[in-house]
């Protein structure tokens, strides 16, 4: 089945930049998204599309794809950006949505 | 807004039908989507509703046992959970999905959810 690989965690030190990244055979085809979860709070969309950002997403997050590879990178990570990111796709051959295992993002 | 309701403690084998009331937008325009979190653990996607109710879509492990609804007079969404499990112990979010005129699937991804509420499965 579909899946979504993500690194279990990654850690920079404030105003660094971090990468985020999550691999799948179909993103080619299809678009990532991407939520941040602070602890004990709802997910939140910061990139959908690949690359887009909502109202309201600090400049600072962005996104890129390129083959089977998404990316979420925040450029000078703040440590209020501490929290456990997921990517998102879909599955059509299966009609099912599916999201990465999760990175916990520390910043310190 | 999206508010979660319905949760708490059943036995293995039991059943529970988790609510998720809207406001704030047209609710009977989106696909609706549930989410559910165990302790500790990572987001998985459950289930999603096109937004007239007549396309549904579940993943494999709750598929048969889960059910979702919608009714759009009332701004509500409904996922009934039969023959509950120990390992489906979780936080229930509801999202909201696509607009129904992005031509995007219904189990596309989600632009903003509720709180969540807790299903506890255990003896």
């Known amino acids: 089945s579909y899946e979504l690989t993500q690194p279990p965690s990654v850690s920079v030190s404030p105003g660094q930049t971090a990468r985020i990244t999550c691999s799948g055979d179909?993103?080619?085809?299809?678009?990532a998204y991407w939520y941040q979860q602070k602890s004990g709070q709802a997910p939140v969309l910061v990139i959908y599309?690949?690359?887009n950002r909502p109202s309201g997403i600090p400049e600072r997050f962005s996104g890129s794809s390129s083959g089977t590879m998404a990316t979420l990178t925040i450029s000078g990570a703040q440590v209020e950006d501490e929290a456990d990111y997921y990517c998102?796709?879909?599955?059509?051959?299966?009609?099912?949505?599916?999201f990465g295992g999760g990175t916990k993002l520390t910043v310190l | 807004q999206l508010l979660e309701s319905g949760g708490g403690l059943v036995q293995p084998g039991g059943s529970l039908r988790l609510s998720c009331a809207a406001s704030?937008?047209?609710?009977?325009?989106?696909?609706m989507t549930w989410v559910r979190q165990a302790p500790g653990k990572g987001l998985d996607w459950v289930s999603s509703?096109?937004?007239?109710?007549?396309?549904?879509f579940y993943a494999d492990s709750v598929k048969g046992r889960f059910t979702v609804s919608r009714e759009n007079f009332k701004n509500t969404v409904y996922l009934q959970m039969n023959s509950l499990r120990v390992d489906d112990t979780a936080v229930y979010y509801c999202?909201?999905?696509?607009?129904?005129?992005?031509?995007?699937?219904?189990?596309?991804?989600?632009?903003?959810w509720g709180q969540g509420t807790m299903v506890t499965v255990s003896s």
């Open positions: 704030g937008f047209t609710f009977s325009t989106y696909a």
């Open positions: 599309e690949d690359n």
């Open positions: 998102y796709s879909t599955d059509s051959s299966a009609n099912r949505g599916v």
């Open positions: 999202a909201r999905g696509p607009f129904y005129g992005s031509g995007r699937d219904p189990y596309d991804a989600s632009d903003f």
């Open positions: 179909a993103l080619p085809k299809t678009f």
């Open positions: 509703i096109n937004d007239s109710g007549d396309g549904t």
